[in-house]
């Protein structure tokens, strides 16, 4: 029997191994059919996202207007940079929460689209300094806005949409409501200086990577569904349900992030496959091969992620380490713990549309692609 070239082989194993960890459909990996020319293509298949999305459609054209208002400025550089990265297909998903969260809280007020308005400037600022340190020349799939005007004008424009969100912020008249945002933008910023002190750090441990997750990614989950429940005046039990259930979707979110940069296609991630291997981060997948693996692979964990000394085919080498210790699969097992966690978060909401989709929105999470 002829052997398979090493390319086939590791490309079957991530095959064989996403199919588990990632619950992947049978009929996915299926060639497809060939439609008649005359059968037009069937439309994609409406997602969670997309309804959520639509369940708080008004909301949401709302956001994106104040979205296109606060954005502007007679700096013309600000808007453009501001509206290359907000435009570049996010899925929404922070300001989406918040819209969904007042609607579960049954508010009646418009304080919400401000809010939401806010978690996205926040959220995007981040996305503009992280590009920024990580030196990324791609964000979802396109040039990334530092690598189109430089990492100047992305800092700048990072720092203006910062100042944006707390002016809106401010203008709920909700101190709550500022300080709950204010102290998230803190603790990103903390995250993101932990994950830089644990960049190329092998001994980086489980839990000090979750730390850093929690604050870098989870906070702002956690802050854009809480303040739905502060604006609305409901009790303080509500405000902390929100609070866990978002923390622990954020949780999840990363965790499978983390599995998709050794797995997902780039054209499904938005990114290149590989981009945290070879930027040198510590995710969960590294942490659990590392530390199951043996003297030799720890050295060569060292060399390409300590001394960044990486070569043709250690990426591949990688990803096969990660399958043989199951480290993908358990740190999808660890994802869907976070998005259990979640789903007790909403058990003292009344059953309702918004507690449905919000639910879902766990699921969307985890099973995602990209």
């Given at each position: 029997m002829l052997a398979l070239p090493k390319a086939v082989v590791i490309d079957r194993m991530v095959e064989t191994e996403l199919a588990v960890v990632t619950n992947l459909d049978p009929k996915r990996h299926e060639a497809p059919s060939t439609p008649a020319p005359s059968t037009p293509s069937p439309p994609p298949p409406s997602t969670p996202l997309d309804a959520l999305a639509?369940?708080?459609?008004?909301?949401?054209?709302?956001?994106?207007?104040?979205?296109?208002?606060?954005?502007?400025?007679?700096?013309?550089?600000?808007?453009?940079?501001?509206?290359?990265?907000?435009?570049?297909?996010?899925?929404?998903?922070?300001?989406?929460?918040?819209?969904?969260?007042?609607?579960?809280?049954?508010?009646?007020?418009?304080?919400?689209?401000?809010?939401?308005?806010?978690?996205?400037?926040?959220?995007?600022?981040?996305l503009l300094h992280d590009d920024v340190v990580d030196e990324s020349n791609l964000r979802r799939g396109l040039a990334s806005a530092n690598a189109v005007f430089g990492n100047k004008a992305s800092v700048l424009v990072g720092d203006f949409l910062f100042s944006r969100a707390f002016l809106l912020m401010v203008e709920t008249g909700s101190l709550e409501v500022l300080r709950i945002l204010s102290h998230a933008s803190a603790v990103i910023a903390e995250g993101e200086v932990l994950q830089l002190q644990t960049t190329n750090d092998t001994n980086t441990t489980e839990?000090?990577?979750?730390?850093?997750?929690?604050?870098?990614?989870?906070?702002?989950?956690?802050?854009?569904?809480?303040?739905?429940?502060?604006?609305?005046?409901?009790?303080?039990?509500?405000?902390?349900?929100?609070?866990?259930?978002?923390?622990?979707?954020?949780?999840?979110?990363?965790?499978?992030?983390?599995?998709?940069?050794?797995?997902a296609l780039q054209a499904r991630l938005g990114k290149t496959v590989g981009d945290d291997f070879r930027e040198g981060k510590i995710t969960l997948p590294v942490v659990l091969a590392f530390r199951r693996g043996s003297d030799e692979e720890r050295v060569f964990w060292r060399r390409v992620l300590e001394d960044t000394e990486q070569t043709d085919g250690d990426l591949d080498?990688?990803?096969?380490?990660?399958?043989?210790?199951?480290?993908?699969?358990?740190?999808?097992?660890?994802?869907?713990?976070?998005?259990?966690?979640?789903?007790?978060a909403l058990g003292l909401f009344d059953d309702s549309p918004e507690k449905r989709v919000l639910l879902e929105i766990i699921d969307f999470v985890i099973e995602r692609e990209y």
């Open positions: 639509d369940l708080v459609a008004d909301d949401l054209l709302a956001v994106n207007e104040l979205i296109v208002q606060r954005m502007h400025s007679s700096v013309e550089m600000i808007p453009r940079l501001a509206s290359y990265i907000v435009s570049a297909g996010g899925k929404r998903l922070r300001p989406l929460l918040t819209l969904a969260s007042a609607r579960l809280c049954r508010y009646a007020g418009d304080r919400h689209l401000g809010l939401a308005a806010s978690v996205e400037f926040i959220h995007t600022a981040t839990e000090s990577y979750l730390e850093v997750i929690r604050a870098k990614t989870a906070a702002l989950f956690a802050a854009a569904c809480r303040v739905s429940a502060v604006v609305a005046d409901r009790p303080a039990v509500e405000a902390t349900a929100l609070d866990d259930y978002g923390l622990n979707l954020g949780i999840a979110f990363q965790l499978v992030d983390d599995v998709l940069d050794y797995s080498h990688a990803i096969r380490l990660m399958i043989r210790h199951h480290a993908l699969r358990d740190t999808m097992d660890r994802a869907r713990h976070y998005g259990a966690l979640a789903r007790e």
